[in-house]
């Protein structure tokens, strides 16, 4: 299904968890001079405008990331205040870093990035941000390429999975989809965005996800209250395989500022 867009959703609370977890990450991978892979099913714009006509009429950001600048989340050693800093000098105080925009300024010259995006409006707006970065921009379905891609050269790595979840049997799917992309690529840092619903949709999934005793798994929930009366996402989730050490002290960290919503 391609009716979804983000920048209804840029910003929200639920994306200040998956883009602090995800810089944390990349931040950890790059602190070696070795190169790494980084590959996204589900990419988006890459880059959204937070005075969006879209963006303002939800008041998302607003009460995610702007309040978490605001009371200073992310202290300016953190990789994700350094690219929020990149970003907004380049495009301006209410420009806001989707994952692929992420992705590309916290990685290097000998790193490999991969995108998949099937909308084409979002497919044109992400090649276009992405133009000055060497990555890679594909029109497809995510976890095709995925498949086609694993194992990458460099094997040192991370895929980064964050469906719209559009339709119930998103759930069904995604255990099997990462057992086959783990088993493909067994060392890579493989994370898995959800959001957290008032019907709790999630948990057949992730109760098959932990169940499959995964190497250095790590599941980090977080609840917010919901954005406005009758939205029906109050939090997100993380599931991530091959975890790099010491994250567990940073979803501490989000959870504890998250507890104080």
């Known amino acids: 299904m391609l009716s979804y867009?983000?920048?209804?959703?840029?910003?929200n609370?639920?994306?200040?968890?998956?883009?602090?977890?995800?810089?944390?990450?990349?931040?950890?991978?790059?602190?070696?001079?070795?190169?790494?892979?980084?590959?996204e099913t589900h990419s988006g714009r890459g880059l959204y405008k937070l005075d969006a006509a879209e963006a303002v009429r939800t008041g998302e950001a607003a009460a995610g990331i702007r309040r978490a600048q605001r009371e200073g989340w992310f202290r300016p050693e953190h990789p994700m205040a350094r690219v929020l800093e990149a970003v907004q000098a380049?495009?301006?105080?209410?420009?806001?870093?989707?994952?692929?925009?992420?992705?590309?300024?916290?990685?290097?010259?000998?790193?490999?990035?991969?995108?998949?995006?099937?909308?084409?409006?979002?497919?044109?707006?992400?090649?276009?941000?992405?133009?000055?970065y060497?990555?890679?921009?594909?029109?497809?379905?995510?976890?095709?390429?995925?498949?086609?891609l694993l194992p990458p050269n460099p094997r040192r790595g991370m895929l980064l999975i964050d469906p719209s979840y559009e339709v119930k049997a998103d759930y069904d799917r995604l255990p099997a989809v990462i057992a086959k992309l783990h088993r493909k690529w067994n060392v890579g840092v493989i994370a898995l965005w959800y959001p957290i619903l008032t019907d709790n949709r999630h948990a057949s999934m992730t109760t098959a996800l932990k169940s499959a005793n995964y190497p250095k798994a790590v599941c980090h929930e977080v609840r917010?209250?919901?954005?406005?009366?009758?939205?029906?996402?109050?939090?997100?989730?993380?599931?991530?395989?091959?975890?790099?050490?010491?994250?567990?002290?940073?979803?501490?960290?989000?959870?504890?500022?998250?507890?104080q919503l």
């Open 5 to 11: 867009q983000h920048i209804y959703h840029a910003g």
């Open 13 to 39: 609370l639920a994306d200040v968890q998956k883009h602090a977890l995800l810089a944390w990450v990349l931040g950890y991978l790059t602190q070696k001079e070795k190169p790494i892979t980084y590959i």
């Open 90 to 132: 380049r495009h301006g105080a209410m420009a806001y870093p989707g994952s692929p925009l992420i992705a590309a300024n916290l990685l290097r010259d000998q790193d490999s990035l991969y995108f998949a995006e099937l909308h084409p409006q979002e497919h044109a707006a992400l090649s276009l941000a992405l133009s000055s």
């Open 134 to 148: 060497g990555a890679k921009v594909y029109r497809q379905d995510g976890f095709d390429l995925a498949q086609s």
């Open 224 to 259: 917010f209250p919901p954005a406005r009366e009758g939205h029906r996402m109050v939090g997100s989730g993380m599931f991530v395989l091959n975890t790099p050490f010491g994250i567990e002290d940073e979803m501490d960290r989000l959870s504890k500022l998250f507890a």
